[in-house]
Nanobody
Framework: QVQLVESGGGLVQPGGSLRLSCAAS????????MGWYRQAPGKQRELVAT???????NYADSVKGRFTVSRDNAKNTVDLQMDSLKPEDTAVYYC???????????WGQGTQVTVSS
């Protein structure tokens, strides 16, 4: 059974930092591309950052220079370090694992991030 479990969300003031973590089980983690997506109220889910099995990263323009995605294949985890947070970063953040161009894709349950003073 595949499980992706996110943690680390919460309430933070603008300009602050949070670190999200996603623990994966039930998959050969090192073979999967991993990603973080987010969905704000009334909006579609959007890509935040991805990291391939080889470690190549990709970021949405809106988070470049502020967010950093990393993975630990020994621990089967993928993290998202979020710095200089803005109110518009408020959303539910989802972890994604995919392989074969998304033909095999799994999602976590999401973790809420709220940026507010």
């Amino acid at each position: 059974q595949v499980q992706l479990v996110e943690s680390g969300g919460g309430l933070v003031q603008p300009g602050g930092s949070l670190r999200l973590s996603c623990a994966a089980s039930g998959i050969r983690f090192n073979l999967y591309a991993m990603g973080w997506y987010r969905q704000a109220p009334g909006k579609q889910r959007e890509l935040v950052a991805t990291i391939t099995s080889g470690g190549t990263t990709n970021y949405a323009d809106s988070v470049k220079g502020r967010f950093t995605v990393s993975r630990d294949n020994a621990k089967n985890t993928v993290d998202l370090q979020m710095d200089s947070l803005k109110p518009e970063d408020t959303a539910v953040y989802y972890c994604n694992a995919n392989r074969f161009g998304g033909q095999w894709a799994y999602w976590g349950q999401g973790t809420q991030v709220t940026v507010s003073s």
